[in-house]
Each structure stands twice: as C-alpha cells, then as structure tokens.
C-alpha cells in the first residue's frame, strides 16, 4: 500500500497466492478453475470469487483461535463482501455478520444469518435502522456515541424491548495504516472515548431499562500488517475492562474488531494465529466472549477481476488499457492501493516491460499500476487483478455509464454466475423525464 515496498517478482506474486497456478493451456487456473474460460463465457470486466477459497480462510481464522482456546465468535465484515452467496458460505462455516447499515442487516439475514449472530457498527445509524436491528433483537448493537446511547435508550423503550450493546471505545491508537483507512485516533469519527467509557458505562447499566450492555467493542482500522496496534488497542480495553469491574460493573462481551492485512504487495503479512497470540495475550483471563470483525482478510485473496486489454498506447509512457476501470475497483484510485496483476496466458518473464495499466475512464486517477513491470502485452490479452474479493464490488460504481460488470462464482468443478452483467437497459430504466420537458 505504501511506496517503501518494492514491487514483487513474478514468482513472488504466484507464491503469495497459492489459490492460483498456470496450468499449461488453461493458463491461469484459481482453484481448479481455469480463468480464461470463465472470460470467454461471460466477457470482462468480470469478477470471480472462489467458495474454495473464502472457506479455507474462514476455517484457518476459526482454528487459529481454537488452537488457543480462546472463546470467539466471528462476524464476518460484510462492507467488504456482501453479496449473498459469499455470505452464504461465510453462514454455513459458522459466521456470523458485522454490518453498517439497514441494508446490510437485512442482507445477512437474507443469507439466513442468525440475528444473535448480527452485531450493528457504524457512525449513523439512523432511527429507522436501529428499530429495524431492536425490532431483530440482533446480537449486539455497537455504539458510537453518547447521543446515539440515548437514541437507542428511547427507541427500545418505546417498542417496549431491551436493547443489547456494547461500547465502541476510541482508544487514540494510530494503526500505521493509510490514514484513509484508520479509525482509531481521537481526532477519527468513530467511537466513544476512553476516558469518557466508565461514567457513561454506569449510567447505562443502572439507569438506562432499554439497554443491557453487555461491554466493549473496538476497530482500530484495515490493512494492518504489525501486531503493536492490536497490542496497544487490547491492552487499552482490558485496563478498562477491570476498571469497570473493581466500579462493580459487568462485562461479558468484548468485541475485538477487524483489520487483519493481507499482502497486496510485498507486505510482511502475519497469518491469524499472530492475530490470536494478541487476543490471547491480552484479553485472554478476562473470562469474557470474544468477539472478532475480519472483512479483508477472509475475501480479499478469494477473488480477482478479470480485464481484456484494450489498447496498448504508446507514448511519453507504454501505457496499457484495460476494459476495467475505477468504476470497478476504485482501491487503486481512492487509496493508492496496489493490486498483483497477472496474464492469463502463461507469460514469458524474461521480457518483461515497465509499463502504467489504466482503465478507460474519463479521470487521471483512474490507474491501476504505474511503473510496473509486467511481461508484454497486447491488444486482447486477457489479465487478472488479483486480491479484489474484498472492498472491490461492493464500491462499484457505473460512472461513464459502465454497467456493473458480470460476477461468477467458482467452486471445485462447479462455477456459476452469482450477478448478471447489468444492461445499460437496467440503466436507462431506472431514470424518468419529467413530463413537462417535451422530448425534442
Ligand atoms: C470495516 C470494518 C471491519 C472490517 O475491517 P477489515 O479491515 O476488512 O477486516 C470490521 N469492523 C468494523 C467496525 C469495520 O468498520
């Protein structure tokens, strides 16, 4: 994510990414699965995400919990992937869902979800949606607020329930991430802050009859790749924790969060289980319910979006354009992110060229690598971007009027289109003229 990494090699980039291989003529193969096939059959731009691949990860996060006995239930983030079959297998391995919004909740529910497995995050959460998550009676509602804590107070009273939430601490930790992508320091909009938790935890357990706070929750950022923010984060909410227990309060929950990285680039990416040393380390003989957030780190590698080379433009630079544009996957154009690109066709890399692979939108920023090196390509070639299974459709756009690009699901032998490619038809029907402007 950051310029101080150099970029990897070729090898590197398939070693980090053991999901995928180039398979003779098949060329590049996911799980089995050979991507050019799926190009062929339902055009590009076009997005594929492996079941294989998703639940492998979910499992290996489960394990490296269970290794340490730690007592955790997993929410699945699903602003990073809500689509209903990913959701789905994400249910079936036990997940439950952390959602942002109304739409989000009922999605999960949708993808037969348990509403106790559902915990509500989000800095606005409008009336309507928190009667929506009270009227669910969903697992746990994080709050963000003093004013919201009232909200919610009232709301649940007024339907005559109880309201069960925790606090979402902003523990001033910066987590050495792109700051577009941190929620930690106080000067962020999330959260309550620390000092102001233990008062406004006594008002809410012995004076407040629409809530049963059950206790904390914290999300430091995304894309955190050190174990010392965890460290510093946990530790903060465990001191905390004891604090409101020797004030005679109780605590049964804590809510660690998500953020776990991944390596995009060459990032020294840390497996679960360091994710699980922290946890265990520091909220490990607090005798509560655990509770974690991943979104990132269990769908971004189970997903590529696939691209057709449209042009190879030859000027101050070699300028490659592809048929996939920010519209797309706007990671690249938004935080400056970098994402592994491969040739479906089994490259040559004893040539490779430095080249800047673009999309054909109307929009300087509209890049998806500058400066790198990649084997030559042509007009027609077909490549993949890799690690876009997470924040990469659920952003998705139709700026330029590009329609949203198709979505296929693989699965060992099986694959099967989860989204139509939408029409521009789609497009066109959604909007009306006003009858008084007379049509020329
Ligand atoms: C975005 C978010 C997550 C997931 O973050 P990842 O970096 O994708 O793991 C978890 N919890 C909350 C509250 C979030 O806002």
Not at 26 to 42: F, Y
Not at 114 to 130: M, Q
Not at 164 to 188: C, L, M, W, Y
Not at 253 to 263: K, V
Request: glycine letters at 8%; one cysteine or more.
């Amino acid at each position: 994510m950051t310029s101080t990494h150099p970029d990897p090699t070729f090898q590197t980039l398939l070693n980090n990414h053991p999901n995928l291989s180039y398979e003779g003529r098949q060329g590049l193969v996911m799980d089995g699965t050979s991507l050019t096939d799926i190009a062929r059959e339902h055009g590009t731009p076009c997005w594929v995400i492996s079941a294989d691949t998703l639940r492998q990860r979910a499992h290996a996060l489960q394990d490296a919990f269970r290794a340490r006995n730690l007592p955790i239930h997993c929410h699945f983030a699903v602003k990073a992937q809500d689509h209903q079959a990913c959701l789905t297998v994400l249910a079936h391995c036990g997940f439950g869902a952390d959602v942002v919004s109304g739409g989000e909740l009922r999605r999960a529910l949708a993808a037969g979800i348990r509403a106790r497995d559902i915990v509500f995050s989000g800095i606005g959460k409008t009336d309507d949606e928190l009667e929506l998550a009270i009227h669910h009676q969903i697992g746990q509602i994080n709050v963000e607020s003093v004013e919201e804590l009232h909200r919610i107070n009232a709301l649940a009273q007024n339907m005559q329930q109880r309201a069960r939430i925790a606090f979402r601490v902003n523990p001033d930790i910066d987590a050495q991430t792109h700051s577009k992508i941190t929620t930690g320091r106080a000067e962020d909009k999330f959260g309550i802050a620390h000092d102001a938790i233990p008062a406004l935890y006594r008002k809410a357990q012995t004076d407040m009859p629409g809530v049963e706070l059950v206790g904390l929750a914290v999300h430091l950022g995304s894309q955190m790749v050190t174990a010392a923010p965890f460290r510093k984060g946990y530790e903060r909410i465990a001191a905390l924790v004891r604090t409101l227990r020797e004030d005679g309060l109780h605590v049964s929950d804590i809510d660690c969060g998500g953020g776990l990285g991944i390596a995009y680039r060459n990032e020294q990416a840390p497996p679960p289980a360091m994710l699980a040393d922290v946890i265990a380390e520091t909220l490990g003989d607090l005798d509560v319910q655990l509770h974690v957030e991943p979104g990132r780190w269990l769908a971004a590698p189970a997903g590529v979006l696939l691209a057709r080379v449209i042009d190879v433009k030859d000027a101050a630079r070699r300028f490659v354009i592809i048929d996939a544009g920010m519209n797309d996957l706007v990671r690249p154009a938004m935080y400056d992110s970098w994402h592994g690109i491969l040739p479906l066709n089994e490259p040559d890399t004893t040539t490779e060229e430095c080249v800047d692979v673009v999309g054909p939108i109307c929009e300087s920023s509209d890049i998806f690598a500058r400066q790198r090196s990649l084997p030559p390509l042509k007009k027609g070639d077909l490549v993949a971007l890799l690690d876009a299974g997470a924040y990469g459709t659920v952003m998705s756009s139709t700026y330029n009027s590009r329609p949203l690009a198709a979505q296929v699901m693989i699965e060992g032998d099986r694959k099967a289109i989860i989204r139509r490619r939408q029409t521009l038809e789609e497009l066109l029907v959604q909007e009306a003229v006003p009858d008084w402007l007379a049509r020329p």
